[in-house]
């Protein structure tokens, strides 16, 4: 069903509740250490402002877990906004209440108001009734622009959602859905997926989904090892989930009936430990040594894999293809990064590690599209639906 937008719905003087996430990295003095996620969301906030709206924001920050803890506070982050928005953002030290109500009745239109971290009420993450109607009692219209808790059912993202009858998605919600909907629902082919990290098994159901729907599927990171190892190598002391290799045989038979090709590492960085003072090798991926851990792709793999990203018509990436954090092992993550910049596909990046590598490697500026979930993209890859991008259904 069609989700409402914010430009659909009329906002002047109206109690406009919006859910961001504003689940900024903080340093221990409550000084904000990345505002990404503050400037992803000021398009939204600044059009119901223009719009007349009266406007209230709310967010969790961290996991206080149903106690009010002052170090996740959200206060630095409406500092942070009125800077950014060169207009005062007033701070209420509670998300529900009388007093809350009481100063959210009293906003004008034009003026906005942000909450404290709707977390410090362990009724949120339970999506409790009694609170989901709390806070729908401060609102006129509910406008989720929270991309990145849209996996989570609680009471900001969902319970609120069922109680107000307007309600829609903000800029960045429909922009994030927009994009993602154009890498999988309606992609142009040939669909390049690039997946690495860890783990096997946290990417299981995102590998099981897309196989279906790509072209070609690149997997590099830790958890190729577990698909070497179940190709019969040998991967010495490397990152290998062994109970895993059953369900990577499994993904390699769905692959293949599916009519995706699914590529691993030709050859690897390897070293005896992942320290940066260890000795590095490049090695084919049937000569790992029994003392050595594989830690990045190795230059014909990302060569094979540059060839592929360049003929892709959309890639989707999500997991570093090396431990990056290393600069022994991040060429690999590098080389891909300035690959799928270079690449003339409509590029989706998404994934804290990922992301960060595109940062790192100075390209994010040519990826086509960034997402700012993590475990709503990783949900959208799995192909679930989004609790929050549901409840906006009329
Ligand atoms: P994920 O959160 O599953 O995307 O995993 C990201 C982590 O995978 C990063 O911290 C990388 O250092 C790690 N990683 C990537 N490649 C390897 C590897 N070959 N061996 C061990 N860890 C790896």
Known sequence: MAIK????????????????????PLDGNGAIKDDTR???????IRYAIEKGARVILCSHLGRPKGTVKPELSLKPVATRLSELLGQDVGF?????????????????????????NVRFHSEETKNDPKFSAQLAELADVYINDAFGTAHRAHCSTVGIAELVKTKGAGLLMKEELENLEKAFDNPRHPVVGIIGGAKV????????NILTKMNTVLIGGGMANTFLKARGLEVGNSLVENDMIGIAKEIVEIASAQKCELCLPKDVIVASGMDNDAKTKVTSVDKIGLDEMALDIGPDTTHEFTQHIQKAAT???????????????????????????????????????????????????KISYISTGGGAFMEFLEGKELPGVVALES
């Open 5 to 24: 937008g914010i430009a659909d719905l009329d906002l002047f003087n109206k109690r406009v509740f919006c859910r961001f996430d504003f689940n900024v």
């Open 38 to 44: 503050i400037v992803r969301a000021l398009p939204t």
């Open 92 to 116: 209420i030290n509670d998300c529900v209440g009388p007093k809350v109500l009481l100063v959210v009745n009293n906003l004008h239109s034009g003026e906005m108001v942000l909450l404290e």
């Open 201 to 208: 098994s946290d990417k299981i159901s995102v590998l099981k």
């Open 315 to 365: 890639i989707v990436w999500n997991g570093p293809m090396g431990v990056f954090e290393q600069t022994h092992f991040k060429k690999g993550t590098m080389d891909i990064a300035r690959a799928v910049a270079a690449s003339n596909a409509f590029s989706v990046v998404g994934g804290g590690d990922s992301v960060r590598a595109v940062i790192q490697a100075g390209v994010s500026e």
